[in-house]
């Protein structure tokens, strides 16, 4: 079935390095989304992307789709505290614009 | 602006006793209506999705259903609930053809 596979699984890092986490799909994806949950909260839309080779800033965060639509990055640059929590990829695919497949997402702790 | 709303927030049920979680989306028209449950620590695992009125489309076969009465709510329930159906239960609409998903606060669900 379709799957969208998230690496890593968990990130510590020290409060000002660089974080980022991967999202790879096996098929073309139609669009892919990123989702940041804060411990104990729900998952927040973050961006959209849909372009093949798209790249999106927000802030300190970028955000990239792959040429082949088939894998997305989402990095964080010098991070900080309110970054903590855990970021999701979600995918669409070709007719199945209905429902999305979320990656296993990335927990983030930053030690300050 | 729209508006999600999810209740109860926490519950504790013993195991056997019936399950009815509702969610309600203010504020916009025929959306997409989903239920996902997250265990603690782990991804989103999507349960029912909606695309309209009596519409269900179910995406885990288990003990549980899901109903639309309404435009606007989506309700999940459970005749007798397991140990196994304790978690994090996530509602989420998303406005037609924008595919981008806004989460409820969630109900966190404990079956004793």
């Known amino acids: 079935g379709q799957q969208v596979m998230q690496i890593p699984q968990y990130q510590h890092v020290q409060e000002g390095e660089d974080f980022t986490t991967y999202c790879n799909s096996s098929?073309?994806?139609?669009?892919i989304q990123w989702y940041k949950q804060r411990p104990g909260g729900h998952p927040v839309f973050l961006i959209q992307l849909v372009k093949s080779g798209e790249v999106k800033k927000q802030k300190r965060l970028t955000f990239q789709f792959g040429e082949a639509k088939k894998n997305s990055s989402l990095h964080i640059t010098a991070t900080q505290t309110t970054d903590v929590g855990t970021y999701f990829c979600a995918g669409t695919f070709s007719g199945g614009y209905n429902k999305l497949i979320f990656g296993a997402g990335t927990r983030l702790a930053v030690h300050p | 602006s729209q508006t999600i709303h999810q209740w109860p927030a926490t519950l504790v049920q013993p195991v056997g006793s019936p399950l009815s979680l509702e969610c309600t989306v203010e504020g916009t028209s025929n959306p997409n209506l989903y239920w996902y449950r997250q265990a603690a620590g782990r991804g989103l695992q999507l349960l029912f999705y909606s695309v309209g009125i009596g519409q269900i489309s179910s995406e885990v076969p288990q003990n549980l259903s899901a109903s639309r009465p309404q435009d606007r709510q989506f309700i999940l329930s459970s005749k007798k609930l397991l140990l196994s159906d304790s978690g994090f239960y996530l509602c989420?609409?998303?406005?037609?053809?924008?595919?981008?998903?806004?989460f409820g606060p969630g109900t966190r669900l404990t079956v004793t």
């Open positions: 098929t073309t994806l139609s669009n």
């Open positions: 989420a609409w998303m406005p037609r053809q924008i595919y981008e998903q806004y």
